[in-house]
């Protein structure tokens, strides 16, 4: 089936996730159990939610636009913060990570395409607001971020650290060669030893530290900003591909400017 002919209902096996029916007894379940994992472990882990032609037509038209893809070279601390002069050299807020990253904009993906179909289809905004617990919820508004590729090619990484934004949409579409593992240690942050937690993680003890195994084709619904976590340094000829799906609890909300231009190179569609 080409990308024409590709709609979002049959991207997605509503057989094993009947998101399309979530009034039903079988799509209410559906939802608890995923609202109730989430609540619990700050991840809903869903495998195989995409059908693997779907996956096969995802991955073909994210390869198309790589080229067009941004990249961040650049050290940061786990809590993406200024580092204060006050503080001790050890202190974790002086510790710098690597990160080496591009992204695909939203502005830059076909109108057309699949991975936009998936994006503006209603059911899995439904779905997703339901995981949450958010009723209602919106379509990120960023002309460059509302949907967007993340791009690991040979060397890439992004190092330890805590997300800004309360909840992150991913789906795993094209594992690497080498590498590029997924690992965490979930819902420290507020904890009394958080930060000695993450001092023992950025020193490499792998205590607590766990790992998500890479398929093509699983969706995950991600607490970032109370799980430390990152991705492994790749290698290899075969790129990571993971498309980020943005949602907000306001219609409008958007990115800064200096976001855009961190990842994207431009702070607007026109450059």
Sequence with gaps: MSSEGLSASSMVDTERYPITDLGTPLGSALAQICQDKFA????CILPDFIRPDAVGELSREA???LGQAFFCDSTHNAYLKDADSDLPPDDVMQR?????????AYDLLADNGAL???YHWDPLKDFIAAILNKDPLFRFADPL????INVFVDGGQHGWHFDESEFTITLMLQQPDEGGLFEYVPQIRGLKNEKEIVQSVLDGNRQGVMQLPFTPGT???FAGNQTIHRVTKMSG???RLVPVLCYAERPDLVNSEEVRELFWGRRTTDG
């Excluded at 619990?40 to 991840?43: A, C, D, I, Q, R």
């Excluded at 710098?96 to 695909?104: A, I, L, M, P, R």
Aim: net charge positive; with cysteine.
């Design 63 to 65: 390869n198309s636009v």
């Design 40 to 43: 619990k472990s700050g991840l």
């Design 145 to 148: 971020g509302a949907c967007s």
């Design 219 to 221: 969706l995950l619904v």
């Design 96 to 104: 710098q990570e690597s990160t080496f990253v591009g992204s695909v």
């Design 237 to 239: 000829i075969v790129p």
């Design 116 to 118: 936009k179909r998936l």
